[in-house]
């Protein structure tokens, strides 16, 4: 099944034109959600409307926008009133200028979405828009109106289609100033620097994101996988933080020589009976994909431990061992 598009409209250069969808890039659907819950009846919670001060249940209909000019002062504004201050939505993407992609300041980059033709008949419009900009490092900005409010995007060619980029608006960013005036400037001694580049160039690697791990998410997994199978939950130990740096240029060498250090060779595992009757007994599958449709299955009951060799079998031996010694 094709995707569904988030939002349907034209893009536009100029006096060109083609009709275009819209798709975010990112979705938190296969991340584990929770629902809340009644403890004692397991049953689901559903949250209420309730006025603060009188404390009973409000109606939908009775609900209403307001903005706070004192504290527990507010304006009330209707849905119509909002609606009469609204930009006008011409379900256009209409570019504006073009500038190189190197200028655009990182902190204001927000959401990303694909964008593609939405038809056969402006797939000509599009791949002319598209490979304008294709090796020049330039990226468009135009204009869009989402949810009722007008975004500014950043357009670039990705692939077959177009990556667009909602901006942030300058008041969205806060100024770094306000955390950074305070650090010293201080002056790194150059065999100092030249060693904690060092150490950079001996991480140096491809960004590679398929490689990232959501650690939290698979701990989630395997404690909700132990708990569907009966077992107790025992809370994690708590990381000890990093001590404070006193010799910085001692702490680079020793962080230089951990890097060379060669990977310990493993020793040769010696399985015993019980270690390899352990290893054989099936392990709970109770699968969990994205957190949602969570299935399980039947846990498989471990096989029947093998039976102990008689006492007399041990003693017989060693007589044996004996009787032949002799």
Not at 48 to 76: F, H, M, W
Not at 81 to 96: G, K, M, P, R
Request: hydrophobic share 40%; with cysteine; glycine share 6%.
């Amino acid at each position: 099944m094709a995707p569904r598009p988030y939002w349907k409209g034209y893009l536009k250069l100029s006096l060109v034109s083609c009709p275009v969808a819209m798709y975010p890039v990112t979705s938190s659907t296969e991340r584990i959600s929770f629902r809340q819950l009644n403890r004692q009846t397991g049953n689901r919670l559903r949250q209420q409307l309730v006025d603060d001060v009188t404390r009973e249940p409000v109606d939908a209909a009775d609900k209403v926008r307001g903005y706070e000019i004192a504290k527990n002062s507010y304006i009330q504004l209707e849905e119509e009133e909002l609606e009469a201050v609204q930009i006008e939505s011409s379900h256009t993407i209409e570019i504006d200028s073009f500038v190189p992609r190197s200028q655009i300041d990182e902190r204001y980059i927000d959401t990303s979405y694909y964008i593609a033709p939405n038809d056969t008949v402006g797939q000509d419009a599009f791949a002319v828009i598209r490979d304008a900009m294709q090796g020049k490092d330039m990226v468009a900005l135009g204009r869009v109106v989402l949810s009722k409010r007008e975004r500014v995007m950043m357009l670039m060619p990705w692939d077959k289609g177009i990556l667009g980029i909602a901006l942030r608006y300058p008041y969205e960013v806060r100024d770094a100033g306000a955390y950074f005036d305070e650090i010293q400037d201080v002056h790194t001694p150059p065999d100092m620097l030249k060693l904690a580049e060092h150490i950079l160039d001996t991480k140096a690697g491809d960004f590679a994101p398929q490689t990232f791990e959501d650690r939290y998410e698979k701990a989630l997994v395997d404690m909700i996988k132990a708990k569907s199978a009966g077992a107790a939950v025992q809370a994690r130990k708590q990381t000890a933080a990093p001590s404070n740096v006193i010799s910085l240029m001692e702490a680079l060498r020793k962080s230089l020589a951990a890097g060379k250090e060669p990977a310990p060779v493993a020793a040769k595992k010696v399985t015993t009976a019980r270690q390899k009757q352990m290893r054989d007994q099936p392990q709970f599958k109770l699968p969990i994909k994205g957190g949602k449709g969570a299935g399980s299955e039947a846990v498989k009951a471990a096989p029947p431990a093998a039976k102990a060799a008689p006492r007399n079998a041990s003693k017989s031996g060693k007589g044996a061992a004996k009787r032949k010694s002799a």
